[in-house]
């Protein structure tokens, strides 16, 4: 499956933004979709996943309450919604997929290297 992210930018702390992906290749609802994050010099975290259904979400604890991860089936997307955004949340966020059928645990869903599907990452800067 191939996924293109958007809807990154630069924005003051407290603003809210929106990250788009988009899906192609193969029957979407096949996947658990993610969010990851990554920042320069550090590794790449974990930010939101969504079953193949939209059944069960899941957040890193640093952007409950903050981010709403859904999916739309038909359309083959996947968004993040992104509000009182921090100088934290500055970083590369990238979409990610998985086939549903391998991530067997809750655990599963927030591990970057069960994913086999990655989008090429749009960037977000939140100045403060």
């Known amino acids: 499956v191939q996924l293109q992210a958007s809807g990154g930018g630069l924005v003051q702390a407290g603003d809210s933004l929106r990250l788009f992906c988009a899906a192609s290749?193969?029957?979407?609802?096949?996947?658990?979709m993610g969010w990851f994050r990554q920042v320069l010099g550090k590794e790449r975290e974990f930010v939101a996943a969504?079953?193949?259904?939209?059944?069960?979400?899941y957040y890193a604890d640093s952007v409950k309450g903050r981010f709403t991860i859904s999916r739309d089936n038909a359309k083959n997307t996947v968004d993040l919604q992104m509000n009182s955004l921090e100088s934290e949340d500055t970083g590369v966020y990238f979409c990610?997929?998985?086939?549903?059928?391998?991530?067997?645990?809750?655990?599963?869903?927030?591990?970057?290297?069960?994913?086999?599907?990655w989008g090429q990452g749009t960037q977000v800067t939140v100045s403060s």
């Open positions: 990610a997929a998985q086939w549903a059928g391998t991530l067997l645990t809750d655990q599963d869903m927030a591990i970057d290297r069960k994913y086999d599907f």
């Open positions: 290749g193969r029957t979407f609802s096949n996947y658990a």
């Open positions: 969504i079953t193949w259904n939209g059944g069960r979400t």
